[in-house]
């Protein structure tokens, strides 16, 4: 099971920290992903759980960190930099395998967590 917060409204330029607990079946990688109003389920990043190896889609690259606490078993993502493009409902995704950006590929998922970038 996957619990996401972190969520809530920030201005333009401003900050957010989202975190996802983890429980149950164990996992190789765990990502974030999004979906704004209106449109598909985009791919923001992901990290193997091992390693820390990290990828990001290159809208967020510089802005968006993603890390986890091995011990408390927690994916966290670091957003700064935020613009009113990054609004949207942001998901935690797990699953069993290599670093993928393919929401098919996922089979864990968190309840969402809604982040909204306004003036």
């Known amino acids: 099971q996957l619990a996401a917060s972190g969520g809530g409204m920030v201005q333009p330029g401003g900050s957010l920290r989202l975190s996802c607990s983890a429980s149950g079946d164990t996992h190789d990688t765990m990502a974030w992903f999004r979906q704004a109003p209106g449109k598909g389920r985009e791919f923001v990043a992901s990290?193997?759980?091992?390693?820390?190896?990290?990828n990001y889609i290159a809208s967020v690259k510089g802005r968006f960190t993603i890390s986890r606490d091995n011990a408390k078993n927690t994916l966290y993502l670091q957003m700064s930099q935020m613009k009113t493009d990054d609004t949207g409902v942001y998901y935690c995704?797990?699953?069993?395998?290599?670093?993928?950006?393919?929401?098919?590929?996922?089979?864990?998922w968190g309840q969402g967590t809604q982040v909204t970038v306004s003036s």
């Open positions: 995704a797990a699953r069993r395998g290599l670093i993928s950006t393919d929401m098919a590929d996922y089979d864990s």
């Open positions: 990290i193997n759980w091992r390693s820390g190896s990290a």
